[in-house]
């Protein structure tokens, strides 16, 4: 059956799992974010910025699969049954710390342009879609407060680049902006120890094709780990995002089968996981992270594996 002719059961489909998220956030586009949950493990920044050469390139690959049996939708009183959600991405990232000082730190700056295969099924449906993701760039600043402290404030901008189509289950593309203010710090408080974090706030512009507009969203990755040995340390990471606004709908609260929701699809999901990272080629580094969701409302709940390689190069 052509999407187009599908009638109630595919509108609900579309409701519940119309839009997919860049990196790895397939969700509802009640409640659809473009944050990549999760992206951001060890050593989120890099530490004594002032010391480092005047510009340097850091070349990162991340690699992330989500996969989940459940979602939860609080108006149909949980999980949905007959669920499958599969998301696999390959990430290149560059980032760049340039010699110019604003605001008593470094001006740097990243961009990540995804490639993404999304499988969907539910309620009979299915699709799958496979290709470009939607962009991130950030401009940020990065503060050296002595070599056990670096802070970062960022914004980050998604720009809609990737695949979309209202009447596909699948779409590599969540086609609207988000607007991403963001904070992050890494903290040595040990000399084996090691504390990360990052934290946005997303403010999403309005799905120009359904008239759809997805609510604020808080959001933090977290990371804590210790150094079993001078190149491998052992952590746990791992995210939590909240929905602080609800979706809107023409200007109106979402609706679903005739009926206000009244928490307006708002999302929020925990996760928590154990970690590894290796250092070789003495500044280079690869890890491995896998966090599992739990107290999931208005979201797929699965499990979330990220690989991430990165080589820094100084000119």
């Known amino acids: 059956m052509h999407p187009n002719h599908a009638a109630l059961p595919l509108r609900l489909a579309l409701i519940l799992l119309g839009c997919t998220a860049t990196l790895p956030a397939l969700a509802t586009e009640a409640g659809v974010d473009n944050i990549g949950t999760g992206t951001d493990g060890f050593f989120m920044l890099p530490m004594e910025v002032d010391s480092l050469a005047e510009n340097m390139v850091a070349f990162n690959v991340y690699y992330n699969h989500y996969k989940a049996r459940k979602l939860n939708i609080s108006s149909l009183g949980g999980k949905v049954p007959n669920v499958e959600i599969e998301s696999t991405a390959v990430i290149p990232r560059i980032d760049y710390l340039s010699p110019v000082r604003i605001f008593g730190g470094r001006l740097a700056g990243y961009i990540a342009q995804p490639w993404l295969k999304q499988e969907v099924s539910v309620f009979g449906l299915s699709d799958t879609r496979e290709g470009m993701g939607d962009t991130t760039i950030a401009p940020i600043i990065l503060w050296d407060m002595g070599k056990d402290l670096t802070l970062g404030a960022a914004l980050e901008i998604t720009v809609p680049t990737g695949e979309y189509s209202v009447d596909r289950l699948a779409n590599t593309s969540n086609n609207f902006y988000t607007y991403k203010p963001l904070f992050s710090f890494t903290w040595l408080p040990t000399e084996r120890s090691e504390v990360s974090m990052k ?23 977290y990371s804590a780990s210790y150094k079993l040995t001078d190149d491998l340390m052992l952590g746990l990471n791992g995210y939590y995002l909240k929905q602080t606004t609800d979706d809107k709908q023409l200007g109106r609260t979402v609706q679903f089968a005739g009926q206000d929701v009244d928490d307006g699809v708002r999302g929020e999901v925990f996760a928590i996981g154990p970690a590894l ?32 390689i990165s080589i820094p190069y100084a000119f």
């Open 277 to 308: 990272h290796f250092t070789f080629l003495k500044y280079a580094s690869a890890e491995i992270r896998w966090a599992k969701e739990f107290d999931v409302e208005n979201r797929p709940e699965g499990e979330m594996l990220w690989a991430k």
């Open 199 to 221: 934290t946005t706030y997303s403010f999403n512009k309005k799905n120009k094709d359904t008239d759809y507009k997805s609510g604020q969203i808080f959001h933090f990755d």
